[in-house]
Antibody, heavy 123, light 107 residues
């Protein structure tokens, strides 16, 4: 059974930094990779970043490129995913979900999601 | 970037109704489209992938169709548990764009 659990969300001032974590189990990171998806309050879903499990390649939405860094690793059946967020802006305020790709491609649907962690950027 | 447009934004329906939601892509995405259901305060749940493949455990009243730029999610007989917001997502490119969502409300 796959489980994902995010942590690290907090209230932070504009320009500040935060690191989110996602602890996963039930699958092998190298076979799937992972992504972060966010949802601003009352808004829709936005893909933020993804990492390939096979070669560690990373991908970012234009809105976070140069400010956010995704990283991740895992041994058999456990996964740890991070999102380092720097130079945070008010528009980064959202619930951040980690999500597992269905088939293991960097371009994929997501079959498992964490419960989300709230990041609030405000002075 | 590929843009995804859903219609309608809100849909009022009754239990037992047949419901259809449309998702249009700004360019062809073949069949690289997924549908999700999201309830308030919860993570999205994958319903359909590759346009028409029902995800394991999802009731058969949900179905998807389409290819290229136009896709449809159909709920054949709306149940009380189906009142939620539905999102489409293209995954033809690595930045998987979502539609803006369709809220299905009780009529």
């Amino acid at each position: 059974e796959v489980h994902l659990l995010e942590s690290g969300g907090d209230l932070v001032q504009p320009g500040g930094s935060l690191r989110l974590s996602c602890a996963g189990s039930g699958f092998t990171f190298s076979n799937y990779g992972m992504s972060w998806v966010r949802q601003a309050p009352g808004k829709g879903l936005e893909w933020v970043s993804g990492i390939s499990g096979s070669d560690g390649s990373t991908y970012y939405a234009d809105s976070v490129k140069g400010r956010f860094t995704i990283s991740g690793d895992g041994s058999k059946n456990t996964v740890t995913l991070y999102l380092q967020m720097n130079r945070l802006r008010a528009e980064d305020t959202a619930v951040y979900y980690c999500a597992k790709p269905l088939m293991g491609s960097i371009s994929d649907a997501f079959d498992y999601w964490g419960q989300g962690t709230l990041v609030t950027v405000s002075s | 970037d590929i843009q995804m447009t859903q219609s309608p934004s809100t849909l009022s329906a009754s239990v037992g109704d047949r419901v259809t939601i449309t998702c249009r892509a700004s360019q062809s995405i073949s069949r690289w489209l997924a549908w999700y259901q999201q309830k308030p305060g919860k993570a999205p749940k994958l319903l359909i992938h590759q346009a028409s493949n029902l995800q394991s455990g999802v009731p058969s009243r949900f179905s998807g169709s389409g290819s290229g730029t136009e896709f449809i999610l159909t709920i054949s007989s709306l149940q009380p548990d189906d009142f939620a917001t539905y999102y489409c997502q293209q995954y033809d490119g690595y930045s998987g764009t979502f539609g803006q969502g369709t809220k299905v409300e009780i009529k």
